[in-house]
């Protein structure tokens, strides 16, 4: 007889959490879900501004999976998740503070004390399998190649020093107590229901309407973009659960990056931006005039803060007009797992119709 | 030939403002005003030309300045007119945006939306 497998989702509400239990339920797993309250998801984001992380609970109502609040932060309350329940067959930890515009202290609180809770049970309630949602910014810049996954880390900004951390605390369960820990390294995520993150580039560039090309010189500057569609990270994590020698290791998970010229090209034309100015430059000069707009954008996200609403463009996100972020996939395919969104414009191309359906663009 | 010494930088002005209200009101009303408004402020310039050219008085009444050129260059001067509206009209539609939803190149550098939302595609 096939027994049905069981699954805890953390961040359920979130954007991600949602596609996970879509697929899950979909595949015939039994789900249980948790995430804050509404309410409480208040403490942890601000949500004046345009564009902040969103909280869906109608997925939950939709899907009638069993759903359990629960703050990472507060170890008492993750127990009944676990208490008087069989040892799940996988823990897919999502739920994190996902924001550029959180502060360190509250970062540390629910990323790294949060995830300490939440594995010391899981080791304690012997769930089989603990997917862990870390972030490829844990690398920081890659030079001339793509990076892999046994690249050092350099995290550029608190998030991403917080999902560091966070990765520390864990292989440390993983070596000493045993946690069956696989992490998975996501680029950038977008899908139906984003609306942070990939989400602020396509906004901005319609807000502003004007295409701006850049192509560097030397062409080896050439800025990269790396991202995934939440179909295959999803798929992907659910692969990594079924396949016990995933354990004990970290898988990055996007689609091949293309260039930044390319993806600019092809974000004009998906969303019907005609005007396009083409500007080749040379790599010092571009570095000194990106170095003035992140110096103007770290002044209005000071002004923002002091408003206490947010900016329109996070410092860590306006990071990627100035950094290289190119990372490897191959890790993950050699293990035979296949992206459907292997192109990303392909994966942006079905998002930016979703939300041109929607007029979220 | 008499030509206008200050018609260009006028067009420039006269385009952007066009444009500015074009993007923000007219748009909506009716997508060719813009091409409206360009024939409108071209053949009233040209005209211009022609009657201070013809009955001997000055472009403007002189109030722009004058020059006299070769009618070569002042024929291809005056033919440039549109160009010069557009020219002055699409740094404008850089800046503020084309429709109403958009803001623009100085999107990035406010805090405040003041685009209209987004209507779903099949409405707009």
């Known amino acids: 007889m096939h027994e049905e497998k069981r699954a805890l989702v953390t961040g359920a509400c979130g954007f991600t959490g949602g596609h996970m239990i879509e697929l899950l339920v979909k595949e015939g797993w039994e789900v249980v ?35 359990i609040p629960a703050d990472l932060t507060k170890k008492e309350t993750l127990i009944p998740l676990f208490e008087g329940k069989p040892p799940y067959d996988a823990i897919f930890h999502i739920a994190s503070l996902y924001d550029y515009f959180a ?38 810049e890659a030079e001339d190649s793509p990076i892999d996954e046994d690249h050092p880390f350099n995290p550029p900004n608190n998030y991403s020093k917080s999902k560091a951390e966070q990765e520390r605390v864990l292989w440390a369960l993983y070596k000493e107590k045993g946690l069956p820990l696989t992490v998975l390294r996501p680029a950038p995520i977008y899908g ?42 999803v798929r992907a994590a659910i692969f990594c659960a079924e396949h016990d020698e995933t354990i004990g290791k970290s898988y990055n998970v996007l689609s091949d990056c293309i260039t930044q010229t390319e993806m600019l090209e092809f974000l004009y ?24 707009a992140m110096r103007i954008i770290t002044y209005l996200d000071r002004r923002a803060r002091k408003r206490g609403i947010r900016p329109k463009v996070d410092v860590p996100m306006a990071g990627y007009i100035t950094h290289q972020y190119w990372f490897s996939n191959k890790r993950l395919k050699d293990l035979g797992f296949k992206y459907i969104y292997e192109d990303p414009r392909k994966g942006l191309w079905d998002y930016i119709t979703w939300c041109k359906e929607r007029g979220w663009l | ?20 209200i074009y993007a923000k009101h007219l748009i909506n009303r009716n997508r060719d ?22 009955v001997a008085s000055n472009p403007w009444f002189g109030i722009f300045g004058v020059a ?27 800046i503020f945006g084309r429709t109403p939803e958009e803001e623009g190149m100085l999107w990035p550098f406010t805090l405040r939306e003041r685009g209209k939302p987004f209507k779903p595609s099949w409405k707009s």
């Not at chain 1, 899981?122 to 920081?140: D, L, N, Q």
């Not at chain 2, 200050?6 to 067009?11: G, I």
């Not at chain 2, 005003?33 to 009233?44: M, S």
Request: glycine residues 6%.
């Open chain 1, 33 to 67: 879900a948790t995430d804050l309250k509404r309410e409480e998801h208040k403490q942890y984001y601000c949500e004046e501004g345009t564009l902040h992380p969103a909280y869906y609970e109608d997925i939950i109502e939709k899907l009638k999976v069993e759903f």
């Open chain 1, 103 to 140: 502060e360190w202290d509250v970062l540390y609180k629910v990323n790294v004390i949060g995830v300490k809770n939440i594995a010391e049970l899981a080791i304690e309630y012997k769930a089989k399998r603990f997917i862990h949602w870390s972030t490829e910014g844990v690398y920081g």
């Open chain 1, 192 to 233: 139906p229901r984003h609306r942070y993150g990939v989400y602020h580039i396509l906004y901005a560039l319609r807000r502003i309407g004007t295409g701006v090309v850049i192509s560097w010189y030397p062409r080896k500057k050439t800025l990269m973009f790396p991202s995934v569609h939440v179909t295959d990270l």
């Open chain 1, 269 to 292: 034309d998906a969303l019907g931006i005609k005007k396009v100015v083409r500007i080749p430059i040379y790599w010092p000069i571009y570095k000194f005039f990106s170095k003035i």
């Open chain 2, 1 to 20: 030939m008499k030509v206008g010494l200050l018609d260009v930088p006028l067009l420039i002005v006269i385009g952007g403002i066009c444009a500015y």
């Open chain 2, 33 to 54: 005003w813009y091409v409206f408004l360009i024939l409108f402020f071209t053949l009233l310039f040209w005209l211009n030309i022609l009657i201070s050219n013809l």
């Open chain 2, 68 to 94: 006299k050129v070769h009618p070569l260059i002042g024929t291809f001067y005056v033919l440039s007119y549109p160009l010069w509206f557009s020219w002055g009209a699409e740094r404008i539609f850089q």
